[in-house]
Structures are given as C-alpha cells and as structure tokens.
Nanobody
Framework: QVQLVESGGGLVRTGGSLRLSCAAS????????MAWFRQAPGKEREFVAA????????YYADSVKGRFTISRDNAKSTVYLQMNSVKPEDTNVYYC??????????????????WGQGTQVTVSS
C-alpha cells in the first residue's frame, strides 16, 4: 500500500503562486510514477502533470504548460506542484496520484493505483 497526503492548497489571487506538496509513504517512492490531477464538482478528473519514477522529462496538460512545474524529491518521498501565474479556471481540488513504474500513458487516471485525499485550490479574480 502507498499512502499519499497532499498539502499546500488554499486561496490565491489571480497571477499569484502556490506550491502543492504530496508526501508518500508505504513503498519505495523512487520506483513510482507520480502525477497531479484536478477535479471540479460535477466534472471528470483532469490530468495536470506527471513525472516518471526515473525523474525524466515531465508531462503537462496544455492548460498548465509554462505555468506549472512538477518535481520530486526521492529523499523526502515527496512530489511537488509549483503553480505560477494562476488563473480562476485553475480553481479545483487537486489530487496526487501514484503508480508503480509503467509505460502506460501518464495522463490516464485509470492507470494510477493510489490517490491522496485532495487539497482545495481557489483562485480569486
């Protein structure tokens, strides 16, 4: 089992920055792909960003490319999402997800086995 705990959400103004963290425990963190998804009420979960177990080139949704940065610190078993130049449409619950290293496409939520409880991000205009 892998446990994921997100933190860092909150209220931020348009154009501001926020950093989300996801602390993992339970298994060898360095062997797991990590990702961030987000979901608004009544909508499907949406891919935001992913980073492979090897820490190679990250993957981003077009809607956040150039504004958000995903990174991981294997020594701390933590993955981060740095959110810059946020927009009101970034308002969502953000979820951390993990899966044992895989060649499956990183944006597919169904390929992730473990999920955090979510953290709310609200961007005010």
């Amino acid at each position: 089992q892998v446990q994921l705990v997100e933190s860092g959400g909150g209220l931020v103004r348009t154009g501001g920055s926020l950093r989300l963290s996801c602390a993992a425990s339970g298994r060898t963190f360095s062997m797991y792909d990590m990702a961030w998804f987000r979901q608004a009420p009544g909508k499907e979960r949406e891919f935001v960003a992913a980073i492979s177990w090897s820490g190679g080139s990250p993957y981003y949704a077009d809607s956040v490319k150039g504004r958000f940065t995903i990174s991981r610190d294997n020594a701390k078993s933590t993955v981060y999402l740095q959110m810059n130049s946020v927009k009101p449409e970034d308002t969502n619950v953000y979820y951390c997800a993990s899966r044992y290293r895989s060649d499956s496409r990183h944006h597919l939520a169904a390929t992730y086995n473990y999920w955090g409880q979510g953290t709310q991000v609200t961007v005010s205009s």
